[in-house]
């Protein structure tokens, strides 16, 4: 049986960057790993992270004709950040994502330790699953 709860759904792989590192390196690393997002350490001690989406860098690198390479991931990631427990359904996911207006989720497990992320493409491939009958091949 399909399960649709977002540790299901998840995408295991999660790249960490320090604050004080360029756009530029930011792009770079997601470019090389191809993913659209990457999470901001903040704080060694307390634990607190930001995120920085390829949104960010349309909306406040492009958008705003800033150089990537003189601007810093803090002066525009977005905090504080927004997770999502891995036991949540998808649809409790989805709702948020569209209450807050975001496309990128932080999974985080019970220890509020991130272990995954989900992001917008990741509910295609649910939707299909979710229109299929048990046993169908959806890929």
Not at 52 to 76: G, W, Y
Not at 83 to 101: D, G, P, R
Not at 111 to 127: P, Y
Request: proline fraction near 4%.
């Amino acid at each position: 049986m399909i399960k649709f709860t977002v540790k299901e759904w998840m995408n295991e792989l999660v790249v960490f960057i320090e604050p004080d590192v360029t756009v530029s390196e930011a792009l770079s690393r997601m470019r090389r790993r191809y993913i659209n997002s990457l999470i901001v350490k903040t704080n060694d001690h307390h634990m607190a992270y930001g995120i920085l989406t390829s949104r960010d860098v349309s909306d406040k690198i492009v958008a705003q004709d800033k150089n990537p390479s003189q601007v810093l991931v803090k002066e525009i990631m977005t905090t504080p950040l927004i997770t999502i427990n891995q036991n949540s359904s998808l649809k409790e996911c989805a709702v948020l994502m569209k209450e807050k207006h975001i496309h990128h989720l932080p999974v985080i497990n019970d220890e509020e330790r991130i272990v995954g992320m989900i992001s917008a493409t990741d509910f295609l491939v649910a939707a299909e699953a979710m229109g299929t009958a048990p046993g169908d091949r959806i890929i």
